[in-house]
């Protein structure tokens, strides 16, 4: 580890605090429906959407209706994206002549770029047209993004409204998030990564002769377009293979550190939004101290591990960090800092090959999604995510002192923490149920590359990310098999679905709830021992069901690397 | 709960038709318009071009493999690496046998041409796109009497290039010390024939 090396990490840090508010300045006032500076140049586009599309956006929605116009949107996405990968073959936009994808990876790829995940069986080089990654991808990573804002939203309502049935109007939240949030900012963010050598063109690739005469075929495309909105969406799908450790999505170490800061920027914004809707914005500070605290203690493992570098190599003669799956232009540090931050936050863009990462390095990352991606967080799916973990720690801290928990002004009964558990529950039934099959099945096992614990890891790696919504991999495993492709496909749909249904059932019942001020007799839900309380119930509700499994994955791996067993 | 889902119908169709020509269609057209414009050399791979012919892409490693040539890493894109149509690292875990059977290898090859010194730990491993444009400075100092051998140069001129070759971190901290592997062989081209 290097002093430079922590520089940049507590830079990191201290630039992502400072985001949190004026993010959430904007992000409340889209919250609230309020007039942004942008209205004037965007209204009229949002306008003409909703008249074509029959929407009333002062239309009040219960949580049911909330969600059923959610997923039926979403359904049709998905739908659609299936459509254009089939028929990719005989639509245009198709320079290198691609062919039409499979059942299997379209469905594949449909459902992982709809739940925000951007999981890819496929190398985008080798497989996309240059349209299938504008119309069929980069509109998923827009949407999915600004899905899970609205249902954020409507959660915040739920703590925020007092007796009232309704948490808000989905279409309008989904679309002012794109209009005046999302578009934007990709505007800008987009020109930015041009200008630092992001490529952004409609030609397929260009043949060049190497010094040594050779004949090198450079894949091109409209990159930066894509690129900006999969970080600032936290969706993580890379145009091509190797993400954003490839030089032409993540050219130099500063497109690296604005790709990790965008990663964060809107879950951040959130976590202040959340404060100043229930009127006080201690308790979005409070979330994000908590947050921070787990985050910092990933970081520090990664950095320590991956500087420390692997011991099988340095008796080969080859002395130093872990360079194996980095770029040089990133180094350690920036490296293992951006693992911690695309797992913590649900993005799942690599800037390095993961897999190859020493094994308590790479535990870190897996770890961090199967607490369920609430440090920071994607975006929306984060704060729903921690809150439903912050209605558990009420819950326990309300034993603990014997009495009825509240949170933010409202009582915390029976339904609500039945509905938070059931949210959490369905992540490790699917990662260890669906791990347990590929482990066992000839199908799942033909999928590792590595031998031994790292080839279990592998498996446990692509479920987790899946049923978390990540999108990053062990990339070791072939994935792109018809059992996979399905397996992943379904965990993706649940690890999604099955989460945000439950959290609106809560904002639903929140919502109709009387306010309950907070007296002397309450539980403070803002200082240290709150924070330390969340911290304890994240790790023990989220993390404990998972240990075992990184006993037999990462731990026996790292054990294997120390006395000098090979595989 | 049907009278829910049906008024649904309309705004989902709707929507994402529209959607897909704003963020699919549009979007991404008017920012390779503005790309092209403003940035053309980067928008289109930051090209380097010798005369009418395109040597490569600044951004983007090729295979070296001469003695008159600094090597770069070693790379998993593509059967031959450096593949710029099929990125990919190597994926292999930290107790992979086939891991450590390459480094060996390649430690092996490493101090046979260079005796006597540390092998730097880039050349003997692979990056994560395959397609590094970039070494270490030390991984460039290593090969220089190599090179120099192979070009009848002087060793002090080639580490002169490679000196002026060295791309430190901006302000300190942000990127890492490294050497762009194609800019330094151009350098070396570029000069008059020796001897």
Redesign the interface.
Known sequence: MTV??W??IL?FVALTALLAKPMGLWLFALYEGRSTPLHRLLGP?ERI?YR????DPAEEQGW??YA??ML??N???LL?TYAVLRLQGVLPGNPQGFGAVGADGAFNAAVSFTTNTNWQWF?G??TMSNLSQ???L??HN??SAATGIAVAFALFRGFARREIKTIGNF?AD??RV?LYLL?PL??AY??FM??????????G????????G?K?????G?V???EAIKMLGTNGGGF???NS????EN????TN?VQMLSIFAIGVGLTWCFGKAVGDTRQGWAILSAMGLLFVAGVAVTYWQEAA??P??HQ????????????????IA??ALFSVVTTAASCGA????H?????LGGLVPLFNMQLGEVVVGGVGAGIYGFLLFAILAVFVAGLMVGRTPEYVGKKIEAREVKLAVLAIAILPLVILGFTAIASVLPAGLAGP??????GF?EILYAFTSSAGNNGSA???LSAGTPFYNALLGIAMWLGRFFVIVPALAIAGSLAAKRHTPATSGSFPTTGGLWVGLLVGVILILGGLTFLPSLALGPVA?HL??TGG??? | MLNDLKSAVRPALVLTLLFAALLGIAYPLALTGAGQLLFPAEANGSLIRDGERVIGSELIGQTFSGDRYFHGRPSAAGAGGYDAAASAGSNLGPASQALADRVKADVATLSETTPGRPVPPDLVTTSASGLDPHIGPEAAFYQVARVAGARGLPESTVRGLVDAAVERPAFGFLGEPRVNVLRLNRSLDARPAAR
């Open positions: 430079s090396g520089a940049l830079l586009v959407f074509l599309a029959g929407i049911r209706r059923l116009h039926l949107f359904l049709v996405l659609f190398a080089e080798t504008m119309l069929g980069t509109i827009f949407l279409w989904t679309t794109t578009l990709c505007i987009a020109l041009i200008a630092s050598g992001v490529p952004q063109t409609l030609a690739s260009v043949d060049a002769t190497t010094l040594e050779v090198q075929t450079i894949a091109l409209p930066a377009s894509q091509f293979n190797a450790a490839h030089p032409f050219p130099t170490a500063l550190f570098g692997n099988i190599l080969l003669g080859a002395a130093g960090g872990n360079m194996e799956g980095k770029e040089v232009r990133f180094g920036a490296s690599v800037n390095a090959m897999d190859s990462f020493t094994a590359l590595n031998k031994g614990p790292h890891t062990f990339a070791g791996d294997a690397v067993q090979l595989f």
